[in-house]
């Protein structure tokens, strides 16, 4: 029997991740073409592909892609520096896409959502991950942090801090040079932006609760059974206050 391997430290990159592997597995043919959109360093594409899974994983900056495709040794997995836009002309459609980590980067999530519907099989399953809004993290640590840079006294004494408590600016999942969050969904914001674009949202699932904010952060970085903790704690929460949304999507 194949060992499966996860590349992933965090507890709840974990979770993340075993939750899209458990969607992919339930739902999807065994030898079933998946398109990892936004795949960053190409982790979850990598772990999929592990199932025998046919797996593209695409992403528009080339450094982040050129990390995927050293670390890949699976001849079912492949990367490309390209754009979901420029992958739509080829016409290609899949079970499955994944956008992990992603809506909360675009301007207009809206055009991206729009060509995934048009490379995704009518049958096919869309899984989107974010975090959630107003949940810890974005409330106590992503927007004092963005409002943080416009003051470069403030800004460069937090960057000093975040270097010197070892923090780096890039993360396990991506290197791309810009990871700033412009969208902070709620629940509704996600069924709204679904209806919008001719989705339903089939399924919603809990991340953490604040082991990634600080100065819990600095123990949980440490202690992996905190993380684990902190998960569990998630679950038996209302949704509103768990730190992300791991999401199942199909077409209308």
Same mark, same amino acid.
């Given at each position: 029997?194949?060992?499966i391997?996860y590349?992933?430290?965090?507890f709840?990159d974990?979770?993340r991740l075993k939750?899209?592997?458990?969607?992919?597995?339930?739902?999807i043919p065994?030898?079933?073409r998946?398109?990892?959109?936004?795949?960053?360093n190409?982790v979850i594409s990598?772990?999929l592909?592990?199932?025998?899974?046919?797996v593209?994983?695409?992403?528009?900056?080339?450094k982040?892609?050129?990390?995927?495709?050293? /670390?890949n040794? +699976?001849?079912?997995?492949h990367?490309?520096?390209i #754009?979901?836009?420029a992958?739509?002309?080829?016409g $290609?459609q899949y079970?499955?896409?994944?956008?992990?980590?992603?809506?909360?980067?675009?301007?207009?999530p809206?055009?991206l959502l729009?060509?995934?519907a048009?490379?995704?099989?009518?049958?096919?399953?869309l899984?989107v991950?974010?975090p959630?809004?107003?949940g810890?993290?974005?409330?106590?640590?992503t927007?004092?942090?963005?409002?943080?840079?416009?003051?470069?006294?403030?800004w460069?004494f937090?960057?000093?801090? /975040?270097k010197a +408590?070892?923090?780096?600016g890039?993360?396990v999942? #991506?290197?791309?040079d810009?990871l700033?969050h412009? $969208?902070?969904?709620t629940?509704k914001d996600?069924?709204?932006?679904?209806?919008?674009?001719d989705?339903?949202?089939?399924?919603?699932?809990k991340?953490?609760?604040?082991?990634?904010?600080?100065?819990?952060?600095?123990?949980?970085k440490?202690?992996?059974f905190?993380?684990?903790?902190?998960?569990?704690v998630?679950?038996?929460?209302?949704?509103?206050?768990?730190?992300?949304?791991?999401t199942?999507?199909?077409?209308k």
């Amino acid at each position: 029997m194949t060992t499966i391997t996860y590349e992933y430290e965090r507890f709840t990159d974990n979770k993340r991740l075993k939750f899209i592997e458990s969607c992919l597995q339930q739902g999807i043919p065994a030898q079933g073409r998946v398109l990892d959109v936004g795949c960053g360093n190409g982790v979850i594409s990598r772990h999929l592909g592990q199932f025998g899974y046919d797996v593209l994983g695409i992403d528009i900056s080339q450094k982040t892609i050129d990390v995927a495709r050293s /670390k890949n040794k +699976l001849p079912n997995v492949h990367f490309e520096a390209i #754009s979901a836009e420029a992958l739509k002309a080829q016409g $290609q459609q899949y079970d499955a896409v994944i956008c992990s980590e992603v809506l909360e980067h675009l301007d207009q999530p809206g055009i991206l959502l729009e060509t995934i519907a048009a490379a995704l099989k009518p049958e096919g399953m869309l899984i989107v991950t974010v975090p959630n809004g107003k949940g810890p993290r974005e409330v106590c640590v992503t927007k004092p942090m963005l409002k943080a840079r416009n003051n470069p006294a403030i800004w460069g004494f937090i960057n000093g801090i /975040k270097k010197a +408590l070892g923090f780096r600016g890039t993360t396990v999942q #991506s290197q791309a040079d810009n990871l700033d969050h412009v $969208q902070f969904f709620t629940r509704k914001d996600l069924h709204d932006l679904a209806t919008a674009h001719d989705f339903k949202i089939v399924r919603f699932a809990k991340t953490n609760f604040v082991e990634d904010v600080f100065p819990f952060s600095l123990f949980t970085k440490r202690i992996k059974f905190l993380q684990a903790l902190d998960c569990q704690v998630a679950e038996i929460l209302p949704l509103g206050f768990t730190g992300g949304f791991n999401t199942v999507w199909r077409k209308k």
